[in-house]
């Protein structure tokens, strides 16, 4: 019912920025929650920031004050501005959502197929 296409990743040095973006194409589905995962090298998938359909925003403290999530509600669409970029945020950006089901109280989430982000010391 929803697939995410992510896009924005790329190559970069330490101290750049970079923006990724997240547009869901859904059908009988109400998105609550948007947001972005990372997995690095060796590394557990883990939560960077997240946004909800008002507007709460939730980041890693890894990413405080670096990174900035935003959501457009109109276009199914979310943002991560991410600045001040360091080499240990190189991973693969994976876009979430979930919601429920139109008429259901079935809940469900969703991801994206995952952009890379390096940056290089």
């Known amino acids: 019912q929803v697939q995410l296409v992510e896009s924005g990743g790329g190559l970069v040095q330490a101290g750049g920025s970079l923006r990724l973006s997240c547009a869901a194409s859904r059908s009988s589905f109400s998105i609550n929650i948007m947001g972005w995962y990372r997995q690095g090298p060796g590394k557990q998938r883990e939560l960077v920031a997240s946004v909800s359909t008002n507007g709460v925003t939730n980041y890693a403290d890894s990413v405080k004050g670096r990174f900035i999530i935003s959501r457009d509600n109109a276009k199914d669409t979310v943002y991560l501005q991410m600045n001040s970029l360091k080499p240990e945020d190189t991973a693969v950006y994976y876009c979430?959502?979930?919601?429920?089901?139109?008429?259901?109280?079935?809940?469900?989430?969703?991801w994206g197929q995952g952009t890379q982000v390096t940056v290089s010391s």
């Open positions: 979430y959502c979930n919601g429920r089901l139109f008429l259901t109280s079935l809940i469900r989430e969703y």
